[in-house]
């Protein structure tokens, strides 16, 4: 494995805990920091102050992958503190979630607002149906459903209160006009089966930032890293290798 430690950020409604399988096939000789974010503080700080926390945290020098919205973090991060990413892994991750006129690989901002609706009356329902929505389409959506649902059993699910902010997140972030200042390497890894942040989000984050490779997971949906942990275990490792 490199010689940086790699670092693991989570997707929306989600813990450091969905990354076990990943971990558990990781050199046992590397480090791997899988943090939660946000953390446990009732006062959830803007996105950018997340991201200077969570900097201020981590080693110097690191490799930064993330899921989805983690994914987003991991951008943000490479911007604003160059010097410590090395590397970045961008996993299912768009750099707009919310389609708009010039943006058609995002989700419909009617249904956005409903989804959130949904959060703020009943976060579990909400987490529910947004589980199913990651896993459909996938070549195994049963198993892959199981072992999120139990990855995700293992900690407490998130407060009503990080839910709702952290979607504000989801709404308000749009990354397009910075890729092309992050010069760090790239390994982008999509599902071609992905209903969340549709491939050609992975696409374009391939054609935009400067030095960036896309691997796309046959089969897989939202999550490939739970539909082929084997798979996606060892194209981390070839990279952060490389």
Known sequence: MSQWPLVLLHGWGAHAGVWGEVIARMDLGHMVIA??????????PALDEVIDRLAATMPERCVVAGW?????????????????????????????FVAAPDWSHGMDGTAFSGFAGVVSANPGEALRRFLLLETQGDAQARAVTRKLEAALATRPAAHR?????????????????????????????HGDRDRITPPGAGEYLARQLPDAHLEWMPGA????????????????????DA
């Open 35 to 44: 943090p939660d974010i946000p953390g446990e503080d009732d006062a959830i």
């Open 68 to 96: 989805s919205l983690g994914g987003q973090l991991a951008l943000a991060w490479a911007r604003r503190h160059p010097q410590q990413v090395a590397k970045l892994i961008l996993v299912s991750t768009t750099p707009r």
């Open 161 to 189: 209160s990080v839910l709702m902010h952290t979607l504000d997140w989801l709404r308000d972030t749009d990354l397009r006009t910075t890729l092309s200042a992050i010069s760090q390497p790239v390994l982008v890894v």
């Open 221 to 240: 949906a939202h999550a490939p890293f739970v539909s082929d942990p084997d798979g996606f275990s060892r194209r981390v490792a070839e990279f952060c």
